[in-house]
């Protein structure tokens, strides 16, 4: 019986022997690839989670000179933290700070690449439309009404098309093109949820355009 076992064994041991030889080089080659892979994608996101965290530390600051108000100095430290970190969310809201801040100083064009910028980054789809709409509404106040309307007719998230309906509205209407103006409102109105506060600024709009109903 321990003979038999011992064969068996044996047997088993030599087909072993003739599968790794076969098959072994593949086997531990494709164990490379997947260990390999294994510990790159945990450096990539140690990787990302240390850059988060740098851009966390660098937006504290940079927020603070932006807001301090001195325009120069906020260009200087928003670039610089383009340059250092370009993919993080944290970029795309020291943008939008320095475009608002910007904007209320009277220098429309440092609000306006500020807010290219933002609009130009893949970090956080919702803060870039953010940043085309109120890009649009800029390029609207200086009576560049192609241009804004070339960037609302870009693709933006389902969640602003609302706010883009009306933006474009607001860009018919300056040029008198009052009917397709009321249109674009009441489709503006219809894409917002209705507790939304935003609707009641647009109900003002029809209301001044004669077309009070909403519905």
Do not use: C
């Amino acid at each position: 019986m321990a003979n038999h076992l011992d064969l068996e064994e044996q047997e088993q041991l030599d087909q072993l022997k003739h599968f790794w030889k076969q098959y072994g080089n593949a086997i531990s080659w494709l164990l490379v690839v997947v260990f390999g892979a294994f510990a790159a994608w945990n450096g990539y996101q140690w990787w990302n989670k240390r850059q988060a965290e740098q851009a966390s530390a660098m937006y504290e600051e940079v927020d603070r000179v932006i807001s301090a108000g001195d325009i120069a100095v906020a260009e200087k430290a928003f670039a610089d933290m383009k340059q250092r970190f370009p993919s993080t969310v944290y970029t795309q809201q020291a943008g939008l700070t320095l475009a608002k801040v910007a904007y209320f100083s009277g220098k429309s064009d440092v609000a306006q690449n500020a807010l290219a910028s933002v609009a130009e980054s893949s970090a956080d789809a919702g803060l870039s439309a953010l940043a085309k709409i109120r890009q649009a509404g800029l390029l609207l106040e200086a009576k560049n009404y192609d241009a804004s309307m070339k960037l609302l007719s870009g693709t933006f998230p389902v969640e602003f098309a609302g706010l883009v309906a009306d933006k474009k509205a607001d860009a018919l209407l300056a040029q008198g093109k009052r009917e397709e103006s009321i249109a674009l409102y009441k489709e503006a109105i219809k894409a917002l949820p209705e507790r939304d506060q935003y609707r009641r600024l647009i109900e003002v709009k029809l209301a001044s355009l004669g077309a009070g109903e909403s519905k």
